[in-house]
Structure formats: C-alpha cells, structure tokens
C-alpha cells in the first residue's frame, strides 16, 4: 500500500493528464474563504506543467448529491488557480461534468495547460463508484494522477473507478507525502512515539485506539471522549459527553493498554461548567463532578501531566482536540498540546479535521511537520485501513 508509484517516475510531455485534487474549499459569497487545499495542490501541478504534460483538473466540492447547484460550482478555483499559478485555468462548465465544454477545452490542450472540470458531485454516480462516469472521466485523459488525500477512504469514481479505464495510475506530491508521514509515523516511528486523541466520541476512534496501543510508547486521551473512560473507572461525570455503549470497550482498553505496558493518560482534573456555553461559570474539578455539571476541558494539572508525557517524545500524532476549543474560555487543553508540540523536536503530525482547524486558527501551523488534509482519511490510516483512493493508484 505504501510503495507508490508518484508523478516522478512518469513521462507526462504531451499526454493529457487528470489530477484528482482536493478543492473541497469554503466559500462565502462566491469567496474562497480558505485556501490552503489549493496551495497544497500547486506542487504537483506545478511540476506536471514544467514536464510538459496537459493537465485536467478534477475536484468535489460539497454535497450537491448529483444536481448542479451554481452555489457549489467549482467556478471560483478555476479563478483563484489562475491567480496562483500565473498562468490560465480554462473551466469547462458542464453540468455533466465530461460535457461539450470539457471535451472541447480537452481537445484542443497545448503541452503545459491546464483546465479544470465541473464539479464532480454534480453527477450521481460520482459517489457511487459507477462505471459510466468512471470511463466519462478516463476518456479524457492518458494518465491519472491522484493527489486528493481528504478523499482516499471513499471508492468514487474520479478516485478510484477511473484507475479501471486508464494505463497509468499514480499518486500527486501531496498523497505521496501524507502516505510518507502517517505510514511511517505507524509503521516506522522514531521513538518515544506518543499519540494524543481527543474529540467528542470514543465511537469514531474504537478501531484508531486499538490498533495504537499496539505501537505507541504512550496514548493520550482528551476531549469529550474521555468522559466515557472516566466513567468506565467509577467517576462520577455528570452530564458530560458519554457513550454507555462503549463502557465496556473503554475497559478493555485501559486493560490492553496495561497488558502492554502502553502509558495511557487520561485527565486527572477538568474544567467544568453547568451550561455548554462560553460565559458559562466554570471551575476545576479533580474526579467526579456534580450531577449537573459537564467536562469542557482539560485541567491545569492535565495540561502540565501532558505537557510532560511529550517532552521526550520523536514521534506525535494528535487527532482532537482536548476540549470544546471553539468556545475561548475552554480552549486552554488545546492551546496548550499545540503550544507543546510547537516547541518539540520531534516529528509532529495532526491528523487533520478539528485539530488541523485548532493548530491552525491559534497560530501553531507553521510550526508542525505535517498536517494532514484528510480528517476521515488520516483516520482510517491510523486504523490500519487500506485506503481505497490510495490502493488504486496501482501502479499501472
């Protein structure tokens, strides 16, 4: 699964190639409002360009669920690709995506240009990996190149379905080096390997945990999901966020976890409130708390506990954010892991989602190896999955 080929072992001069990306962007008004999908995209477009190759752009953006809506035209990427790339993105505006527009601009492609389809979403068949679309989408191109990393646990058909019809599949820059950095971080880490997994369910990272215990030094755990921990050992955790359905699990975690001699930490203080709102009165409690109070943060004494387990750390993926960082006063868990891992010499990487989005929005991005650009996608890596998106740039 690891051992792709990439766009440096192809010959692409003259040979129209389509680029899976991720431009899977928020807009406001018609507006771009954050663009790093795009930048992370140039790269690998970049050098397809300079070898002379005839680049087609393709993309989803959001849920139209196979009708075109104006609102989720790709429309604004092709403009703002312009911008980046100095250089003009053609946009074939078809509402079936391999239209009139599309097979024209196609035909007519000079050595180095660049077009971007319609929204792939706009057809129906697009998520459900069918066959016409996947040949619609292969007719246009010599060779495919997947670099829409946010996208690789989904069988789509410009993922996964258009590999069936083209003589050469291979990975982008970009999926290359998400492969590079989650694959080793699990498979190869330097150690101590700590990894740090928050967010609100334990439900969304049973098989996440699992599989880590069997390879990390120490497993961290925040956010809403270690209420339902605290509450598999005997604590009293109000009205906080909790599975009962997975009490047992928990359990049988925090066994494995010993068995193996795996340091799993859980909060040992958190910031609680009556009401889940950020003027909410708060105070730190150690242990159970009050029938009508709920956990939205970490404690100080956690934050210095976890700050620790990290100090020694060479390899770090966090996944989650420690507690409802969005809301200012109990963003102090979040803000601190980030603070922490910005100042480590280790290998970082944030397994994209809510904490790409937290690292990012409090300053910490620069300072990160990695961060992933696929939230459900890094996911599943760290699961252990194959990844389809990733499995069908087979090296054709």
Same mark, same amino acid.
């Given at each position: 699964?690891?051992?792709?080929?990439?766009?440096?072992?192809?010959?692409?001069?003259?040979?129209?190639?389509?680029?899976?990306?991720?431009?899977?962007?928020?807009?406001?008004?018609?507006?771009?409002?954050?663009?790093?999908?795009?930048?992370?995209?140039?790269?690998?477009?970049?050098?397809?360009?300079?070898?002379?190759?005839?680049?087609?752009?393709?993309?989803?953006?959001?849920?139209?669920?196979?009708?075109?809506?104006?609102?989720?035209?790709?429309?604004?990427?092709?403009?703002?690709?312009?911008?980046?790339?100095?250089?003009?993105?053609?946009?074939?505006?078809?509402?079936?995506?391999?239209?009139?527009?599309?097979?024209?601009?196609?035909?007519?492609?000079?050595?180095?240009?660049?077009?971007?389809?319609?929204?792939?979403?706009?057809?129906?068949?697009?998520?459900?990996?069918?066959?016409?679309?996947?040949?619609?989408?292969?007719?246009?191109?010599?060779?495919?190149?997947?670099?829409?990393?946010?996208?690789?646990?989904?069988?789509?058909?410009?993922?996964?379905?258009?590999?069936?019809?083209?003589?050469?599949?291979?990975?982008?820059?970009?999926?290359?080096?998400?492969?590079?950095?989650?694959?080793?971080?699990?498979?190869?880490?330097?150690?101590?390997?700590?990894?740090?997994?928050?967010?609100?369910?334990?439900?969304?990272?049973?098989?996440?945990?699992?599989?880590?215990?069997?390879?990390?030094?120490?497993?961290?755990?925040?956010?809403?999901?270690?209420?339902?921990?605290?509450?598999?050992?005997?604590?009293?955790?109000?009205?906080?966020?909790?599975?009962?359905?997975?009490?047992?699990?928990?359990?049988?975690?925090?066994?494995?976890?010993?068995?193996?001699?795996?340091?799993? *930490?859980?909060?040992?203080?958190?910031?609680? &409130? #009556?009401?889940?709102?950020?003027?909410? %009165?708060?105070? /730190?409690? !150690?242990? $159970?708390?009050?029938?009508?109070?709920?956990?939205?943060?970490?404690?100080?004494?956690?934050?210095? *506990?976890?700050?620790?387990?990290?100090?020694? &750390? #060479?390899?770090?993926?966090?996944?989650? %954010?420690?507690? /409802?960082? !969005?809301? $200012?006063?109990?963003?102090?868990?979040?803000?601190?892991?980030?603070?922490?891992?910005?100042?480590?010499?280790?290998?970082?990487?944030?397994?994209?989602?809510?904490?790409?989005?937290?690292?990012?929005?409090?300053?910490?991005?620069?300072?990160?190896?990695?961060?992933?650009?696929?939230?459900?996608?890094?996911?599943?890596?760290?699961?252990?999955?194959?990844?389809?998106?990733?499995?069908?740039?087979?090296?054709?």
């Amino acid at each position: 699964m690891l051992n792709k080929k990439s766009v440096d072992d192809i010959n692409v001069k003259g040979k129209r190639v389509l680029v899976r990306c991720d431009f899977n962007v928020p807009l406001q008004d018609g507006k771009i409002t954050d663009e790093n999908r795009l930048v992370a995209a140039l790269p690998t477009i970049k050098k397809l360009i300079g070898d002379g190759g005839r680049v087609i752009l393709c993309s989803h953006l959001g849920k139209p669920k196979g009708e075109p809506k104006p609102e989720l035209s790709l429309a604004p990427v092709a403009k703002r690709l312009t911008e980046l790339l100095g250089q003009e993105v053609t946009f074939a505006a078809d509402p079936e995506v391999v239209g009139p527009n599309a097979k024209a601009a196609a035909e007519a492609m000079k050595d180095g240009e660049v077009i971007l389809l319609e929204n792939t979403r706009y057809r129906a068949e697009e998520t459900k990996n069918g066959e016409a679309f996947s040949k619609d989408l292969a007719s246009l191109a010599d060779v495919f190149v997947d670099d829409a990393f946010g996208t690789a646990h989904r069988a789509h058909c410009s993922n996964v379905g258009v590999t069936r019809f083209v003589d050469t599949a291979v990975v982008g820059y970009l999926m290359q080096k998400e492969i590079d950095f989650l694959g080793n971080a699990v498979n190869n880490p330097q150690r101590p390997f700590v990894a740090i997994l928050g967010g609100s369910k334990v439900s969304s990272k049973i098989s996440v945990i699992n599989n880590l215990l069997d390879k990390v030094d120490t497993l961290i755990i925040g956010g809403g999901m270690s209420y339902t921990f605290a509450k598999a050992k005997g604590e009293k955790i109000g009205k906080s966020l909790v599975e009962d359905e997975y009490l047992d699990y928990a359990k049988e975690m925090l066994d494995k976890a010993e068995a193996k001699g795996v340091k799993l *930490l859980l909060p040992i203080d958190t910031v609680v &409130a #009556k009401e889940f709102a950020n003027d909410a %009165p708060s105070r /730190v409690v !150690e242990g $159970s708390m009050e029938d009508d109070e709920m956990g939205l943060d970490i404690g100080p004494e956690t934050r210095t *506990l976890y700050a620790d387990a990290l100090k020694d &750390a #060479k390899t770090v993926v966090w996944n989650g %954010p420690m507690g /409802v960082f !969005e809301m $200012s006063n109990f963003a102090a868990g979040t803000v601190a892991v980030a603070k922490e891992l910005a100042s480590l010499d280790a290998v970082t990487i944030i397994g994209g989602g809510d904490s790409a989005a937290a690292v990012n929005i409090l300053g910490f991005g620069d300072k990160m190896t990695h961060i992933s650009t696929g939230g459900g996608a890094s996911l599943e890596f760290l699961e252990g999955k194959e990844l389809p998106g990733v499995a069908a740039a087979n090296d054709k």
